[in-house]
């Protein structure tokens, strides 16, 4: 069975979170390793912790341990750890260990380095770029933040005069639990263009839209033929409503 490959780098507005690229297995060889590293972070009074599990192919009870191991002490001291971009493999024994009720998942790093300078009261809704380190292929990786839209701008009638700003459309009141399961993503969406995979699917099981219960996996195959899959996509829909 193959190793662990740990890579760490700071993100976030203010470079004060910790990002962790993992790579191969976190099991009952590999898992003092991951300890080793989350340890180190901690130690340097880091305590915004995300973990890329994009290119982790298996992790036993051992390697979730760590990470449940550890929470508590890093909220205690004003922190949280965040898991992205799992498997659905991996996501499936995540979910069926319960482990989703005691940690943060969520669909790509810039989601998870939002919440955090959420946390801290920054203005994400403003426009900046984000960059992240290097990936392997030598690619860097670069978000855009769209601007806050106005939905009631002024317009302007027929002879060019500036006319007074109208009230928002309010639309009228749909059954959501009746709709279908598209039509649900994407009143979520216009809800809440932020939101990925992971939320949208919890929001899926509540009483507002019959306790719909899918699969992520589910949900981003269905946010990808909708072409929702990434936040710009999403905000390009909600600003087209």
């Not at 993992?22 to 009952?28: L, R």
């Not at 750890?81 to 979910?95: G, I, N, R």
């Not at 989703?100 to 669909?107: G, P, T, V």
Request: charged share 25%.
């Amino acid at each position: 069975m193959e190793g662990i490959q740990i890579s760490l780098s700071k993100v976030g507005a203010r470079r004060d979170v910790a990002l962790l690229r993992v790579k191969g297995y976190i099991d009952t060889q590999t898992c003092s390793e991951m300890l080793r590293e989350m340890t180190a972070v901690l130690k340097q009074g880091m305590f915004h912790l995300i973990v890329d599990m994009g290119q982790v192919n298996y992790v036993s009870s051992a390697g979730w341990g760590v990470f449940v191991g550890e929470i508590k002490g890093i909220r205690e001291n004003g922190g949280d750890l965040k898991l992205v971009q799992m498997m659905p493999e991996v996501y499936d024994v995540f979910e069926m260990l319960e482990f989703n009720r005691i940690l943060e998942c969520y669909d790509n790093i810039e989601e998870a380095i939002d919440d955090f300078d959420l946390s801290i009261g920054l203005d994400i809704t403003k426009s900046f770029i984000q960059t992240f380190p290097a990936a392997e292929n030598g690619a860097r990786e670069a978000v855009v933040t769209p601007p806050p839209v106005s939905r009631a701008a002024g317009r302007r009638d027929g002879e060019g005069a500036r006319t007074k700003s109208r009230p928002a459309f309010t639309r009228p009141k749909l059954n959501e639990h009746a709709l279908p399961f598209t039509e649900k993503i994407k009143a979520i969406v216009i809800g809440n263009p932020t939101l990925g995979a992971w939320k949208i699917r919890q929001e899926l099981n509540t009483e507002r839209f019959g306790f719909t219960k899918v699969s992520w996996w589910k949900v981003y195959q269905t946010l990808r033929i909708l072409n929702l899959a990434t936040k710009e996509q999403r905000y390009r829909f909600y600003r087209s409503r």
